[in-house]
């Protein structure tokens, strides 16, 4: 085909899911550079071999399939789509912005539906999982406005709980109900009103907020069970879709103490839970009061990073945020689209907080300074204690995105309200799940009005299957992180070294080091992601084709993963990126656990590649 570039053997996987022959994998091979670009522009030879992307950029086609379901039902497959999200909550918010966004379109052409158990199903034997999802219907031409939403937010339901409805619906055990029905259904939950919330499982034991359960527990949170599913059960479970209730709920308390930082064991469940650890070792939570109980989970990171802006502005009031530092992309359309506005800090240095601290002492007031620490894709650090003094001064919160430090590595919590993180990086590892989490600073002046929001708002929206998946990949998370810091450190040295790199981005090298230093723990170390820009696009380019490592969006995978990650992330806005460092020709590096020597051998032979520039 014309135009098509020359593939080396290791880039003949154009559109192929990453991990290879994984159902739910969370990143897609784009192998060259060219692929990239093609991706961005749309180009057939590139999108129509997609068989999966990163979760909030591509619809997966097991919820392509149930939203064509939806829409055969309740609409016309010529005119209208369907957005799928867990609850009828997120799928209000999603009709909300639709009519937000397109005021001249009349609010009643959108229709929310929300499905449910079929009321005769049978609530005896063991407790199971049962299929729940909302929907919202909307006119085709709208796309782009729904897809910025579930984007943006991060309130889209999964590919596995797409699959365990799409069944559901065909068997008859998922139906649709009525707006009369729901309110009927919500009077059948009783105590506070923190608990009244519909939840993915059956509602007898688990109403509680942030995962805690209801009724007489084992010492662990959880309702005491017996005959926990062994591997076996696992296997007969994941594959019958017959997911146990009990089980899903051990596995999400052991994400939260594994977060808190009082799990560290790699043994089954529930086991590990009576052997956790309470802040017996420097990689805890080493805040007095914190526990498990200030750990909320979320569906995926950006997700977190929603919901603790709406929190925040619940309790608060609506106020302008702070954007401080380069940013991940949606984190600042969060802050521009879902509130009054957003001061963005691009470089993220000292005259950029010279500058907050001068309209603060005008008079300028804000929400919540939202910041990376480090930062993605510059790895750049910001001044926390400075950050912390002014917003004690001046009354906002911080909010803290630990992803690419990672709590093993840097302890950010006393300088944060919130603390949050994208569980599908390298807390899992193995590239198949979506996760997010949020943290609370027992010690906040917000801490008490967040509580009381989040005992209102919060839903419990992470997919049981999607818990127990995650659970099982973070099991190991201590032991992996030493390796992969290791592995970073050595990919840094090789770059730093070649006469072809013009930047090495890594926070041992930064002139932010201090900052990390600051929050650094004891043993901890200076991450797994990295970048590095080029003298010339040329040279980006044929490094990147002549890399043997898997290449394609997302990181902290425990393979190693590249991407033009500029091209990717800020195609249709380079000279935007360019201003704050963001060059063309970056490349950015999330560094596996592979035997070190050989991944040293994959860097040098890469750069060998790179024509001589000499004489």
């Not at 919330?197 to 959880?222: F, L």
């Amino acid at each position: 085909m014309p135009g098509l570039p020359t593939l080396l053997p290791w880039n003949e996987t154009v559109g192929e899911t990453i991990p290879p022959d994984t159902p739910h994998a969370v990143s897609v091979s784009l192998p060259t550079w060219k692929a990239n670009v093609a991706y961005e522009e749309g180009e057939r030879w590139v999108v129509d071999k997609m068989q999966c992307g990163y979760p909030r950029f591509f619809i997966h086609p097991s919820i392509e399939r149930l939203a064509q379901t939806v829409v055969q039902q309740h609409g016309s497959l010529e005119a209208d789509k369907a957005m799928l999200f867990p609850t009828r909550g997120c799928a209000g918010r999603c009709r909300d912005f639709l009519c937000k966004e397109n005021p001249d379109v009349l609010s009643s052409v959108f229709k929310v539906l929300e499905y449910v158990p079929q009321a005769q199903q049978s609530h005896s034997g063991p407790k199971r999982v049962l299929p729940r999802v909302s929907a919202v219907i909307y006119p085709k031409e709208l796309w782009p406005t729904a897809k910025a939403f579930w984007q943006h937010t991060g309130e889209g339901i999964s590919s596995r709980r797409a699959e365990f409805c799409q069944r559901a619906l065909e068997d008859g055990t998922l139906v649709e109900q009525g707006s009369d029905t729901q309110l009927k259904a919500s009077r059948l939950f009783k105590g506070p009103r923190r608990y009244q919330r519909p939840m993915s499982i059956d509602h007898s034991d688990y109403n509680g907020t942030n995962g805690h359960a209801n009724g007489h527990a084992n010492g662990n949170g959880i309702t005491a069970s017996e005959g926990a599913p062994d591997s076996d059960l696992f296997v007969e479970e994941r594959y019958g879709r017959n997911l146990s209730a009990d089980f899903a709920a051990q596995a999400k308390l052991a994400i939260r103490k594994r977060i808190a930082g009082s799990l560290a064991t790699d043994t089954d469940l529930p086991h590990s839970l009576d052997e956790a650890t309470n802040g017996a070792t420097d990689r805890s939570r080493d805040v007095p009061g914190f526990s498990v109980d200030d750990v909320y989970l979320y569906p995926m990171g950006m997700n977190a990073i929603y919901q603790a802006h709406r929190a925040l502005m619940l309790s608060r009031g609506e106020k302008p945020s702070i954007m401080y530092g380069f940013p991940y992309v949606d984190t600042l359309k969060v802050l521009e689209k879902f509130g009054p506005g957003v001061a963005f800090y691009g470089f993220g240095n000292t005259s950029d907080l010279d500058d907050l601290e001068a309209k603060l002492e005008s008079g300028e007031r804000y929400l919540a300074l939202f910041c990376e620490f480090p930062g993605n894709p510059l790895l750049r650090s910001p001044d926390l204690l400075r950050i912390r003094a002014l917003a004690d001064k001046y009354d906002f919160a911080v909010v803290v995105d630990e992803t690419i430090g990672n709590f093993l590595n840097v302890h950010v919590l006393p300088y944060a309200d919130v603390v949050v993180s994208s569980l599908t990086k390298i807390f899992s590892g193995d590239c198949n799940v979506m996760g997010g989490s949020m943290i609370l600073n027992p010690h906040s002046q917000y801490y008490e009005s967040l509580r009381k929001v989040l005992e209102v708002e919060y839903e419990d929206n992470q997919f049981e299957e999607d818990s127990i998946y995650l659970e099982r990949n973070s099991r190991d998370y201590v032991v992996r992180i030493d390796r992969v810091n290791h592995n970073a450190e050595a990919v840094v040295d090789i770059l730093r070294a070649h006469p072809a790199i013009k930047q090495v981005n890594y926070p041992k090298y930064d002139e932010t080091r201090k900052f990390y230093d600051a929050c650094r723990l004891p043993n901890g170390g200076y991450g797994g992601l990295l970048s590095a820009t080029f003298y010339s696009m040329e040279d980006a380019e044929v490094f990147y084709d002549h890399l043997e490592t898997q290449k394609g969006p997302s990181l902290g995978t425990n393979f190693t993963l590249s991407s033009p990650f500029v091209i990717l992330a800020h195609y249709n806005e380079l000279d935007w990126a360019a201003q704050y460092g963001c060059d063309a020709t970056l490349v950015r590096f999330s560094v596996g656990l592979e035997e070190t020597e050989a991944l040293k051998e994959v860097f040098n032979k890469a750069l060998a590649a790179i024509p001589s520039r000499i004489g």
